[in-house]
C-alpha cells in the first residue's frame, strides 16, 4: 500500500539554528497533511497542517512546505530551541475515495531531533 | 477543563488475560481513534468511530474490540488473540474530516 516515510530518522543541530524536517508521500490522493511533535512518552501534540490546495503555511516559528509534483512535505523550524527536542512525525489523510477515509491518517516512521545547548 | 483522558497510564496484564483501555472526551467531537505504537515506530491505526454505534477497522484490528455507545467514550479492549499486545496505546479525536486530531497522553501496556 502507500506510504508516508521520511528520508532521515535523526537530526541534531544547535541551539539557535534552523531545522529542516523532510517527508515524503507516495499517495497523490492525499489532500490534508499534519505535522506533529511527540515528547518521550506522551501524546502527539499537533504542530501544523496544510492542505494540498497550498504549497507553504507558516506558524510560530514553524514553516510546513509541500510540494506535490514530488510528492515532498518538510518542517522548518526557526531559532530552534533545546525544547524542541522530540520525535517528529508527518501523517497524511487520503482524499475523499469512497467516502470511506474520514480522518484516516496515515502516520510516517518519525525523526528524532535533538538540539545541543 | 477540554481534552482528553486516557487511564490508567501504565497497564500491566498477564497474557491470557483481557485488558480495556479507556478514552473519554469532552470536545464534543465527531471521531474518535485508536492507534498503537511501537518503541522507534511510527501509529498504526486500529480502529475509528466516525458516529455513535459505528465504528471502523484500522490497519491492525485483529486481537483488538471496541465499542461506541456514548459520543464521549471509545474505550479498547485488547482480546487475548492480540498476538504482541505490550505498546504504547494512543486514542485521538477529531471534529470531522480533513482537520487535526488531538491526542490523549496514552496508556503503556505491558503484557507478561
Known amino acids: 500500500g502507500e506510504s508516508v516515510g521520511l528520508h532521515l530518522p535523526t537530526l541534531s543541530v544547535q541551539e539557535g539554528d534552523n531545522s529542516i524536517i523532510n517527508c515524503a508521500y507516495s499517495?497523490?490522493?492525499?489532500?490534508?497533511f499534519i505535522w506533529y511533535k511527540q515528547e518521550s512518552g506522551k501524546g502527539p501534540q499537533f504542530i501544523i497542517d496544510?492542505?494540498?490546495?497550498?504549497d507553504k503555511r507558516q506558524g510560530q516559528r514553524v514553516t510546513v512546505l509541500l510540494n506535490k509534483t514530488v510528492k515532498h512535505l518538510s518542517l522548518q523550524i526557526a531559532a530552534t530551541q533545546p525544547g524542541d527536542s522530540a520525535v517528529y512525525f508527518c501523517?497524511?489523510?487520503?482524499?475523499?475515495?469512497?467516502?470511506?477515509?474520514?480522518?484516516?491518517?496515515?502516520f510516517g516512521q518519525g525523526t528524532i531531533l535533538t538540539v545541543h545547548p | 477543563d477540554g481534552g482528553i483522558t486516557q487511564s490508567p497510564k501504565y497497564l500491566f496484564r498477564k497474557e491470557g488475560q483481557n485488558v480495556t483501555l479507556s478514552c473519554e472526551q469532552n470536545?464534543?467531537?465527531?471521531?474518535m481513534y485508536w492507534y498503537r505504537q511501537d518503541p522507534g515506530q511510527g501509529l498504526r491505526l486500529i480502529y475509528y468511530?466516525?458516529?455513535?454505534?459505528?465504528?471502523q477497522k484500522g490497519d491492525i484490528a485483529e486481537g483488538y474490540s471496541v465499542s461506541r455507545e456514548k459520543k464521549e467514550s471509545f474505550p479498547l479492549t485488547v482480546t487475548s488473540a492480540q498476538k504482541n499486545p505490550t505498546a504504547f496505546y494512543l486514542c485521538a479525536t477529531n471534529k470531522r474530516k480533513g482537520t487535526e486530531q488531538y491526542f490523549g497522553p496514552g496508556t503503556r501496556l505491558t503484557v507478561t
Open positions: 499517495n497523490s490522493a492525499s489532500d490534508y
Open positions: 496544510i492542505r494540498s490546495n497550498m
Open positions: 501523517a497524511e489523510n487520503m482524499g475523499d475515495a469512497g467516502g470511506t477515509s474520514y480522518g484516516k491518517l496515515t
Open positions: 470536545l464534543n467531537h465527531d471521531a
Open positions: 468511530s466516525q458516529i455513535v454505534n459505528d465504528f
